[in-house]
């Protein structure tokens, strides 16, 4: 026999039920209600504007300059520009590998950069501006006080000078660092024909192409030479040291061995 409730007694059950769902509603609006006003709030107050940047990786350019670049502004809303246009904007720039930027802190803007390396430098208008790893060339004037790298001279052809510093990037820091000037000297047999100047008094004679494969081998080659002898070690087809007294011996008696290169850079 099924047991009959009576519906005075289910009154008090269906009030509290009816009163919770109606707390609940309320809480939920009054929750909504106050995150409105934070909102307003925050957004009207000096915590939701950019009032520091933080500059990371930067060597050859200032914070300044990249905190400019950005075109980000203290005072301007945290949330008032992409990060990724910001990091698309600063990679533009020649001297720029990569870009990050990142909201940090309240208040805090944070650019990291990765700078290309510079492989060298070219002298023109009496002045030097350096050349990266990527292969382009700085619109502004080198100012440090040292060229931590070698001059390329002739290498006006974007193409060939791409070559050399993919070249020069292969290198060991070891020979790298002897690296004094490389001239660019075009023949019709070989448009790759290099001659390279080193801190130590000797040249070397090669190719772009192979330059770093056989310039690598560079304190081998000088182990094998006697102390002391300066000379040339052409590198074009295999590996031959000429000493300068014995060059310039045999140009002094007309021998047409000579390389015509030697002509051509001492105009």
Known sequence: ??????????????????????????????????MIIVSILY???????????????EAIESEAFYEQLSTLKKGQSMWDFRASKIEQLIANETIVQKADVKRTGLTEVTISI????????????????????????????????????????GFENKKTRKKMVHELSDLHTEVY??????????????????????????EVRAVIPSFADKFNYYPSILAQITPDVKGVIDLEVGSYFQTYEEMYQQQEEGDPKVDESDQATSE
């Open 43 to 57: 957004f009207q107050s000096s915590y939701s504007k950019i009032q520091s940047f933080v500059v990371q990786g």
């Open 1 to 34: 026999m099924e047991k009959i409730i009576d519906i005075e007694d289910r009154i008090p059950t269906l009030r509290e039920r009816r009163k919770k769902r109606t707390n609940r509603k309320f809480t939920i609006l009054l929750f909504l209600f106050l």
């Open 114 to 153: 990765t700078e290309w390396k510079t492989k060298g430098f070219v002298f023109e208008n009496d002045t030097y501006y350096a050349i990266f790893e990527n292969g382009e060339q700085m619109d502004k004037p080198w100012n440090e006080p040292t060229l931590e790298g070698p001059i390329l001279i």
């Open 177 to 202: 660092s002897l690296l004094s000037e490389i001239y660019c000297i075009p023949s019709k047999a070989d448009p790759y024909k290099i001659k390279v100047f080193l801190n130590d008094g000797n």
